[in-house]
C-alpha cells in the first residue's frame, strides 16, 4: 500500500511538476535571424524580419522570407508583424539589427529600449549595423549568393572585425553602455547598397544617440589602432614617394599587439589636452618599387610611413571631433580624475575644443621572404 | 539541554552562517549603493560588514552567558513566563516574516528574469516545500545539505568574476562623489543583505567547538560574506556607468546575461537556479529558527511538528502582497523589524543579563 502510495506520488510529481508555463518548442516559433528598423515619412517605426522556416523534409535546407511591418514603436511594430507572419515570431536566435539611416539620425534610446528592457532578447551576441539607405532594402536581399541576409550580414561584419575595420566588436550590450556613458560615446558599422552588393563604407559615427558623421574604411581601420586594438590584420596600404623609394606599400600592422598611450591632461585654464600615441609594428606584404627594402631604406619607409599614418590619424580625429563622437572616452576619464572640472563643463560643447597631441610610430619588421 | 541532539561541527557552521546570510539581497545592493553611496559602494559594504560583527560580537557576549541555551531558553530565563513567551513570539514572528521576505523577492527575481508565464503560486508553493523538507529535519541534516550546496558558490563566482572582462576602471571613479557622510548613510540600504548570521542565536548550543572558536568562526563567515559583497558590488560598478546602473535593479544578473560563453547565451538562466539553492538555504534556516521557537513555546521536544505550520504561514504571507507598493512595504516592515530583534532586543538581553547575573550571585 505504502509502496503504491509512492509509485503514485513520484508518477503524479514527474507529470505535474516537470512541466512548466515557461516553455516554448521550436516547432513552433518562427525565428528572426536579422531585423531591420527604419523610420518612416510620418515618424514610425518600420520593422523588417529574416524569418527562418525550417525544412519540411530532412533532405531540404532550411528557406526564409522577409516581411515588414509599421508600428508606433520597435515592440509595437513587433506586434503588427505577429499579426502578418505565421505562427510566433520570435527573436531568440537574433544575431544582428540593421537600421536605418534616417532612424540613426533620429536617435537610437527610443528602438533599442525593448532590447534591453525584456529578458528574451538576446544582447550579447548581436550585432548593430547603420546602413546609408533603408534597412528594409538590405533585408529585403533576402539572399546573397548562397547565404540567407543573415547569415550573411554576421559572416560580413565578424570578418571584417578580424579584418580590423571595426574592433573590438560593437555588441548591443556594449551600445546601451555607450547610450548611457556621458563621457564616451560609439560608432557602428556603416553599409550600404551599390547595385546588388552589400559594401561596407566604414564606421557611423556617433554622439549620445546620434548619427553625426562617418569615416571611410581606410580610416576606420585607423581609428581601430587609435582605440589601441586590432583584429587579426589590419592592412593599410600607403604611396610613398622618397627620392628612390617610390611605389605603393601594403603592409599589416594587425599582427603584432598596438602599444598605446593614452594620457589625459588639464591645463591651468581648464582647457583639456588629450596624449594620443601609438606604435605600430608592420609586416610588408606588398611593394611595388624598384629600389630593394635594405635595412637602410626600412628606416626611412619607417619615417615615411609614420608622417602619413601621423597626418591621417590626426585626420580621423578631426571628424571625431567634428562629429562630437568622444569615442576614446575622454569625458569618462575627465569624470573619474577631475570631478569638478567635468561637473563645469557642457561636455558635447567642449569636445570638439579638446586639443589632441597624435602621433604615429610604424616600425617595420619584416619584409617578407624577398628585400 | 536535555535533548541530545547531535552537534556540528567548526567547518559545517562556517559554510551555514555564510548560507544563510547570502541570500537575494545581493543581486540589487549595487543597484542601490549606486544611488546613495556612488563609486564608493564598496567602502559601505566594508563598513557595514564591520558593524555585522559588532552585532555579532554582542551576540556572542549574550550567548557565551548562557552555556547550552539558545535564544528563546534565554528569554525565558530573562522575561520570566509571560514576557519571555511574548518575546519568544516576537521572534517567531520577526523569523517568519524575513523568510517571507526573503522568498517573496526570490520569486519575483525569477519571475521577471525566467519565469514569465509560471504563476506566482506555484514557484512560491516548490519554494516552500523545498524549505519544508529541509527545515524539518535535524540541524545535522541541514548543515550537511549547506555544505553540499556551498560547491555551488565557485560557479557563482566564476560567472561574476568573467564580467571583470568587461570591467573598467574608470567607472567606480571618484570613489568618494558622494561624500563620507552619504557612503556611511547607504550602509542601511546593505544591511538587510547581511540578515542571517542571527541563526547563530538558536544554533549556538549545538556547536562542537569552544565559545572562542564559535566566535571566530562566525567572524571568519561574517568576512568571507563581506568580501564576497565586496567583489560583487565593485564588480558591478566597474561593469556599469553609474547612469546605465540607475536603470538595472538586478545589475548582478544583467551583468551575467551581458556575458558571452559562445555556446551560452544567456547565461543568466543558468545562473538563477543555482542562486535559488542558495535562497533556499536562507529562507530555510528562518523557517528552522521559527519551527525550534513554536517547539519551546509549546514546550515540545521536537521542532518538526511545527515546521509545516511555519512554511504555511510564509507561504500565505508571501501570497498577500501583489503590487509592488505592497512589497515594498514587506521589505521595510522587515528591515525595522531587524533593528528590533536583532539589535536593539538583544542588546536590552545583554544588560538585562549582567543584572541577572549580579542578582544570581546575590541570592546564591
Known amino acids: 500500500m505504502k509502496r503504491s502510495v509512492a509509485v503514485l506520488g513520484a508518477v503524479l510529481s514527474t507529470a505535474m511538476l516537470a512541466g512548466c508555463w515557461d516553455r516554448e518548442y521550436l516547432k513552433d516559433l518562427n525565428l528572426a535571424y536579422s531585423v531591420g528598423f527604419d523610420l518612416t515619412k510620418d515618424k514610425k517605426i518600420k520593422e523588417t524580419v529574416e524569418l527562418i522556416i525550417p525544412p519540411e523534409s530532412e533532405q531540404s535546407g532550411t528557406k526564409n522570407e522577409i516581411h515588414s511591418a509599421v508600428g508606433p514603436t520597435t515592440r509595437g511594430s513587433s506586434n503588427e508583424l505577429r499579426a502578418r507572419v505565421r505562427g510566433n515570431m520570435r527573436v531568440l536566435k537574433n544575431g544582428v539589427q540593421v537600421i536605418g539611416k534616417d532612424l540613426a539620425l533620429n536617435g537610437l534610446k527610443p528602438p533599442m529600449d525593448v532590447n534591453f528592457r525584456d529578458p528574451d532578447n538576446p544582447s550579447s551576441n548581436v550585432r548593430l549595423i547603420i546602413t546609408d539607405g533603408e534597412a528594409s532594402e538590405i533585408i529585403g536581399q533576402k539572399e546573397v549568393g548562397e547565404l540567407k541576409i543573415g547569415e550573411f550580414l554576421v559572416q560580413k561584419i565578424e570578418s571584417l572585425e578580424k579584418m580590423s575595420l571595426f574592433y573590438p566588436p560593437e555588441t548591443m550590450d556594449k551600445v546601451f553602455k555607450a547610450l548611457k556613458d556621458p563621457g564616451q560615446d560609439f560608432a557602428l558599422p556603416y553599409i550600404g547598397l551599390e547595385g546588388k552588393e552589400i559594401v561596407a563604407k566604414g564606421v557611423a559615427l556617433f554622439h549620445d544617440q546620434y548619427f553625426t558623421g562617418e569615416l571611410n574604411t581606410e580610416d576606420s581601420i585607423m581609428l581601430v589602432l587609435l582605440k589601441g586594438r586590432s583584429g587579426d590584420n589590419a592592412r593599410l596600404t600607403k604611396k610613398i614617394d622618397d627620392g628612390p623609394l617610390r611605389g605603393n606599400i601594403s603592409f599589416n600592422v594587425g599582427k603584432k599587439k598596438v602599444k598605446r598611450t593614452f594620457k589625459v591632461m588639464v591645463g591651468k585654464n581648464g582647457e583639456v589636452h588629450v596624449q594620443l600615441n601609438i606604435k605600430l609594428k608592420g609586416l610588408i606584404e606588398e611593394y611595388t618599387g624598384s629600389h630593394p627594402l635594405t635595412e637602410e631604406s626600412i628606416v626611412r619607409v619607417n619615417q615615411e610611413l609614420s608622417d602619413i599614418l601621423t597626418r591621417q590619424a590626426r585626420d580621423v580625429v578631426r571628424s571625431l571631433q567634428k562629429a562630437n563622437c568622444d569615442i576614446f572616452g575622454v569625458g569618462r576619464e575627465l569624470i573619474a580624475y577631475h570631478n569638478s572640472l567635468w561637473k563645469q563643463k557642457d561636455w558635447s560643447k567642449e569636445y570638439p575644443e579638446v586639443q589632441f597631441h597624435t602621433n604615429v610610430q610604424v616600425s617595420i619588421i619584416n619584409t617578407g621572404i624577398i628585400q | ?364
Open chain 2, 1 to 364: 539541554m536535555a535533548q541530545t541532539e547531535k552537534k556540528i561541527s567548526a567547518r559545517q557552521l562556517f559554510l551555514f552562517i555564510i548560507q544563510a546570510q547570502i541570500g537575494v539581497g545581493v543581486l540589487s545592493i549595487p543597484y542601490k549603493l549606486n544611488e546613495t553611496a556612488r563609486g564608493g559602494a564598496g567602502i559601505t559594504v566594508l563598513i557595514t560588514g564591520a558593524i555585522t560583527q559588532l552585532i555579532i560580537l554582542m551576540f556572542w557576549l549574550l550567548l557565551r552567558k548562557f552555556p547550552g541555551l539558545n535564544l528563546f531558553q534565554i528569554c525565558l530565563r530573562l522575561g520570566g513566563r509571560v514576557f519571555g513567551k511574548l518575546l519568544i513570539a516576537g521572534y517567531i514572528g520577526y523569523f517568519v516574516l524575513l523568510g517571507a521576505n526573503i522568498m517573496l523577492s526570490a520569486v519575483g527575481v525569477l519571475q521577471r528574469w525566467m519565469m514569465n508565464a509560471t504563476p506566482t503560486w506555484i514557484l512560491l508553493g516548490l519554494f516552500s516545500i523545498m524549505t519544508y523538507y529541509l527545515a524539518k529535519e535535524k540541524l545535522t541534516v541541514m548543515a550537511r545539505f549547506y555544505t553540499l550546496s556551498s560547491a555551488l558558490f565557485i560557479p557563482l563566482i566564476i560567472f561574476v568574476s568573467y564580467g571583470l572582462t568587461q570591467a573598467r576602471l574608470e567607472y567606480m571613479f571618484p570613489l568618494m562623489e558622494a561624500g563620507i557622510w552619504n557612503i556611511l548613510k547607504a550602509t542601511k540600504d546593505t544591511t538587510i543583505s547581511m540578515y542571517g548570521f542571527e541563526v547563530i542565536l538558536i544554533i549556538f548550543p549545538l556547536i562542537d567547538a569552544s565559545d572562542k572558536k564559535k566566535l571566530m568562526i562566525i567572524s571568519m563567515s561574517n568576512l568571507f560574506v563581506t568580501l564576497f559583497y565586496v567583489f560583487v558590488v565593485s564588480t558591478c560598478l566597474m561593469v556599469f556607468s553609474s547612469e546605465q546602473l540607475r536603470l538595472i535593479p538586478e545589475p548582478v544578473l544583467y551583468l551575467v546575461k551581458s556575458l558571452n560563453f559562445y555556446i551560452v547565451d544567456r547565461a543568466d538562466v543558468l545562473f538563477l537556479p543555482i542562486w535559488s539553492i542558495t535562497l533556499v538555504c536562507s529562507i530555510t534556516s528562518y523557517a528552522y529558527a521559527a519551527s525550534v521557537g513554536l517547539a519551546q513555546l509549546f514546550k515540545r521536544k521536537s521542532h518538526g511538528v511545527f515546521t509545516p505550520y511555519v512554511n504555511a504561514v510564509i507561504f500565505f504571507i508571501t501570497l498577500l502582497p501583489a503590487t509592488p507598493l505592497a512589497i515594498r512595504r514587506l521589505d521595510v516592515s522587515a528591515e525595522y523589524a531587524a533593528y528590533l530583534f536583532i539589535f536593539i532586543l538583544p542588546f536590552a538581553m545583554v544588560i538585562g543579563s549582567k543584572l541577572f547575573k549580579k542578582k544570581v550571585e546575590r541570592s546564591a
